[in-house]
């Protein structure tokens, strides 16, 4: 699949979250919540570092956001954009959330549950499954990853 002119948008707006992220000393990770019609709704960053929740990741702060602002926690139609590829438990909130379509960045090649070494929201014995298209701005979401881990090492 290849990404619509608003996904690269949403995209644009998750690197800059993930940015902000990083200087806060969050894993550098931002998402993006767009209505069936493009819109953004939510957004979200890494945020486990600055509220001490290991629940803080990105996705579920986009996807808490955006169930607040449909006033339901389904979500369905809408697309997450973030700009790594979900854990399991982002993945799990995917799914939980009814979200459409996920749009992503850097494969995260230890951790991911969208198609690298877990591929939890497209797995046929559960109940819903979600479009994905990977990949998207993916040397800008590895190139902040990558400077934000040189960093502490």
Same mark, same amino acid.
């Given at each position: 699949m290849q990404p !619509?002119?608003?996904d690269l948008a949403a995209m644009d707006r998750a690197l800059a979250l993930a940015a902000a992220a990083g200087e806060t000393g969050d894993v550098p990770v931002g998402a993006v919540v767009m209505?069936?019609?493009?819109?953004?709704?939510?957004e979200g960053r890494n945020l486990r570092e600055l509220e001490h929740?290991?629940?803080a990741h990105a996705e579920v702060v986009a996807l808490r956001a955006a169930a607040a !602002?449909?006033?339901s926690w389904n979500l369905e139609g809408c697309t997450l954009?973030?700009?790594?590829?979900?854990?399991?438990?982002? !993945?799990?909130a995917v799914l939980q959330s009814r979200v459409s379509r996920l749009v992503f960045g850097a494969w995260d090649e230890k951790a991911g549950a969208a198609g690298s070494?877990?591929?939890v929201v497209?797995?046929?014995r559960l109940?819903?499954?979600a479009e994905v298209v990977a990949g998207v701005r993916a040397d800008a979401a590895s190139a902040l990853l990558r400077a934000f881990f040189d960093a502490r090492r």
């Open positions: !619509a002119p608003a209505d069936a019609q493009g819109a953004v709704i939510a929740d290991p629940t !602002a449909r006033g954009v973030v700009t790594l590829e979900p854990c399991v438990m982002c !993945a799990g070494v877990y591929d497209r797995d046929r109940p819903y499954r």
